[in-house]
Nanobody, 122 residues
Framework: QVQLVESGGGLVQAGGSLRLSCAAS????????MGWFRQAPGKEREFVAV????????NYADSVKGRFTISRDNAKNTVYLQMNSLKPEDTAVYYC???????????????WGQGTQVTVSS
């Protein structure tokens, strides 16, 4: 069992930066791939980024490539999402999730956090 708690969301102007954190409980955190997803009102939950258990493999949605960076610290049971050059279209609730492998579809993830709101003003 893994419990996930996101933090770091907020209101930022376009072009600004935010860093999201996802703190995990449980000794098995380091065995899971960790993903970030987001969901805007009226839209389906979409993949943002994923990182393998070791941190050696990452994958990004085309819409965030070059602007967002996912990382993890297994000693701290935490995964991060550094978001730079934010755009109004990045506005959404951001969720972290855990899966047994590197997946890009939300249906493959077993554990989810409660989400953190990110709002980017123009």
């Amino acid at each position: 069992q893994v419990q996930l708690v996101e933090s770091g969301g907020g209101l930022v102007q376009a072009g600004g930066s935010l860093r999201l954190s996802c703190a995990a409980s449980g000794r098995t955190f380091k065995t899971y791939a960790m993903g970030w997803f987001r969901q805007a009102p009226g839209k389906e939950r979409e993949f943002v980024a994923v990182i393998s258990w070791s941190g050696g493999n990452t994958n990004y949605a085309d819409s965030v490539k070059g602007r967002f960076t996912i990382s993890r610290d297994n000693a701290k049971n935490t995964v991060y999402l550094q978001m730079n050059s934010l755009k109004p279209e990045d506005t959404a609730v951001y969720y972290c999730a855990a899966a047994i492998q590197v997946f890009t579809h939300f249906e493959n993830y077993n554990y989810w956090g409660q989400g953190t709101q990110v709002t980017v003003s123009s």
